[in-house]
């Protein structure tokens, strides 16, 4: 095992594993992608309804390998308020305080990642393990699975990465090697994000070896060109923006936001409304409401913020409004859970949802509805959400369990359980009225690629590889 530690969370840990993945991949392993614990709003579901963080799915693909549950053992889904949904071994183990999931991870965590790390070891030459957040959280070492359990019970060697875009890197990747727990493991630095000349760090890398005995290994620059998947809602921020047509509203408790990766990969960009914002509404032509993971929350920040006046006035006006998931559920005129609270709706959508205990989470086959996408228009997805839909309206698509989704019959609204449908080329078309020259999969393959050619331009590579040959 090769393990990926940052100084910090957003270091670079994710892109820097996935890079790694294409790369071994490249040299004739068949290697694995592993983190132990995650924690992110953005996860996937697999074939066998495992649902696992899409970081993990990403790097999977960069290995050129089926993703698995073991993949990602632990993802922690924040609700906000110090209470997360637990997902064990891809399957949500319910909500959770912070006091209550550390206690369960304590009781279940190590047997999670035990039998995914052997299970894994058993099918591939090489796993590349990713950390989470930094092992230098003295306050948390002794229950530190992500990182501290792993470096010491599983990884050969192991590469420290620093961000330099946030100032101080020497410093970080100083005082971490001198406070985590196994830095002897640590055998090679990096360092993250630089923009301008790597010259200038020259003195600062010289001083950083002798302090530390450790080699830097490389300096990867700031790459804004990558398009690839973010991993939280921070990656999804202004400077991405490219266009006006597309405006998504950014609500706090966003989820699956990988829904508008398209809209980036493909070049068009978007705007991020959390409040009410005339020009925006009035110069875009399609309106986005995404997953939600605490829809009560966001419905009560949509009405709070007037940003529900906005989307009825944009829907009568004749602007295209997909509301996905939590989005869909919110575009409905109801949404009763479980405690009995009915909370009321935008509206635009004749739809009422009902929360249920059972959590959907499957792998999805969908093809258009004639009377609005062509039937010929076929695909694949993924549902991940708690609560059914009810609607008399026109389904959006028809899947292989039956009719998803509503149209309406007075506005361009349109509401889909499906997650990644702007992916299908034909779909993105009908929203926005733009045909894409390519499928997002080769947009995805080029930027993995991109990447790691990238990565072996600035970093040893060579010695990397020579660890494990």
């Known amino acids: ?146 990182n501290t359990y792993v470096l010491t019970r599983y990884a050969k060697k192991s590469i420290l990465v620093g961000d330099i875009d946030r100032g101080g890197v020497f410093a970080s990747l100083y005082g971490t090697v001198k406070l985590m727990r196994n830095s002897e493991k640590v055998s090679g630095l990096i360092i993250n994000k630089m923009r301008g000349d790597t010259g200038m760090l020259k003195t600062g890398i010289e001083r950083l070896t002798q302090m530390t005995s450790k080699t830097v290994l490389g300096v990867m620059p700031y790459m804004d060109q990558l398009r690839l998947p973010g991993e939280d809602s921070l990656d999804y921020s202004d400077e991405k923006i490219a266009g006006k047509s597309i405006v998504v509203i950014k609500y706090p408790y966003m989820e699956n936001y990988s829904d508008i990766d398209p809209v980036f990969a493909y070049g068009d960009g978007a705007r991020f409304l959390v409040g009410p914002n005339k020009e925006a509404i009035e110069e875009a032509t399609l309106i986005i409401l995404p997953g939600s993971k605490n829809v009560l929350e966001d419905l009560t920040f949509l009405k709070a913020t007037g940003l529900i006046e906005s989307l009825v006035s944009a829907a009568m006006s004749g602007k295209k409004i997909l509301g996905i998931c939590g989005g869909y559920q919110m575009l409905g ?40 996408l062509e039937k010929n228009i076929q695909g694949s997805g993924y549902e991940i959400h708690y609560g059914s839909v009810y609607s008399d309206e026109d389904p959006l698509f028809i899947t292989d369990e039956g009719q998803d989704g509503a149209v309406s019959s007075k506005y361009k609204v349109y509401g889909t359980n499906i997650h990644s449908i702007l992916e299908n080329s034909d779909i993105y078309r009908f929203f926005t009225g733009k045909r894409p020259n390519r499928s997002y999969g080769e947009i995805l393959e080029d930027n993995i690629s991109l990447l790691s050619e990238t990565f072996k331009r600035n970093i040893d590579v060579e010695k990397i590889v020579s660890w494990f040959r």
């Open 1 to 146: 095992m090769l393990m990926v530690l940052g100084t910090a969370s957003s270091a670079g840990k994710s892109v820097i594993s996935t890079a790694l993945c294409r790369i071994f991949s490249d040299e004739g392993y068949k290697v694995s992608p592993f983190k132990a614990v995650n924690m992110s709003l953005n996860s996937v579901s697999l074939a066998d309804g495992s649902e696992i963080a899409r970081a993990q799915w990403l790097q999977s693909t960069a290995a050129r390998q089926e993703p698995s549950r073991e993949m990602n053992p632990i993802l922690l889904k924040p609700e906000g308020k110090g209470f997360s949904q637990v997902i064990l071994l891809g399957k949500s183990r319910g909500v959770m305080s912070v006091a209550d999931y550390q206690a369960y991870l304590m009781d279940h965590g190590t047997d999670a990642v035990e039998s995914s790390v052997s299970a894994l070891m058993k099918k591939f030459d090489l796993i590349i393990a990713e950390g989470a957040g930094s092992p230098a959280e003295i306050n948390l070492m002794d229950h530190d699975i992500a």
């Open 333 to 372: 005129k109801q949404i009763r859970f479980t405690d009995g609270t009915v909370l009321e709706g935008i509206g635009l959508l004749n739809a009422v949802t009902v929360y249920k205990r059972e959590k959907t989470v499957r792998k999805v086959q969908y093809s258009g509805f004639g009377n609005h």
